[in-house]
């Protein structure tokens, strides 16, 4: 074992006997991430709420709760299956139906731009959308949890350590940086208030009088 493998295992206060409760906790925040997103993709339409504006604060909370488990599985020494081979774990559910609801539930807020490779030069803007990436992120993490459930620990780990460094990790942290974005625009900007504007219109007029007298 090497030291930077020891000082992980320290930071993550977990060692190789403890895998079993790291793998139950690591389940334990996909499931309550997958059963958050459900819930919101099936908020009822009401007239008048804006849902999606709504469900902001819920999902901030579950994409950063989401990456804490992703940084500890990605500062853990990778993990490797028993088997050369993944295990099938099934048919992955079919979660179109939760991306048009969420697509829906976000429109007008859906699409935001992101910076694709930070690294890249010169970087690379992309175009995505919240309910396109909400529905990978469930998508690799419901793989991961058919593997747990049917008792494969390992390759659970190792599925869920590999997709979050390709994949899910970078789509949960930009997805994590537009709802802080639509979060701050929705707290920070003045709210529109048409008895307000019209008393700014008022006081301008006024002081466009007293200039035309000079």
């Known amino acids: 074992m090497t030291e930077s493998t020891d000082i992980a295992e320290r930071a993550l206060d977990?060692?190789?006997?403890?895998?079993?409760?790291?793998?139950?906790?690591?389940?334990?925040?996909?499931?309550?991430?997958?059963?958050?997103?459900?819930?919101?993709?099936?908020?009822?339409?009401?007239?008048?709420?804006?849902?999606?504006?709504?469900?902001?604060?819920?999902?901030?909370?579950?994409?950063?709760?989401?990456?804490?488990?992703?940084?500890?599985?990605?500062?853990?020494?990778?993990?490797?299956?028993?088997?050369r081979f993944e295990s099938d774990a099934g048919p992955d559910p079919d979660l179109d139906a939760m991306r048009d609801r969420l697509a829906v539930l976000f429109e007008g807020l859906d699409e935001y731009a992101e910076v694709f490779d930070p690294y890249a030069a010169p970087p690379e803007i992309t175009v995505n959308r919240l309910s396109d990436d909400l529905t990978a992120i469930a998508t690799d993490l419901v793989h991961g949890l058919a593997h747990y459930q049917s008792g494969r620990i390992i390759e659970a780990l190792w599925w869920w350590q590999f997709s979050y460094v390709s994949t899910w990790g970078a789509a949960a942290s930009a997805v994590l940086r537009a709802i802080q974005s639509l979060i701050a625009h929705d707290r920070l900007e003045p709210a529109h208030d048409p008895e307000t504007e019209a008393s700014d219109r008022e006081l301008v007029e006024v002081a466009e009088e007293v200039v035309q007298r000079r």
Do not use: C, K, W
């Open 14 to 83: 977990t060692d190789n006997e403890d895998l079993t409760e790291f793998a139950e906790q690591i389940a334990d925040q996909v499931q309550s991430f997958l059963i958050s997103v459900r819930d919101i993709a099936a908020q009822p339409d009401e007239d008048g709420v804006d849902e999606g504006l709504a469900s902001l604060p819920y999902l901030l909370l579950e994409v950063s709760q989401l990456l804490l488990a992703g940084g500890r599985l990605g500062a853990f020494e990778d993990f490797v299956p028993a088997e």
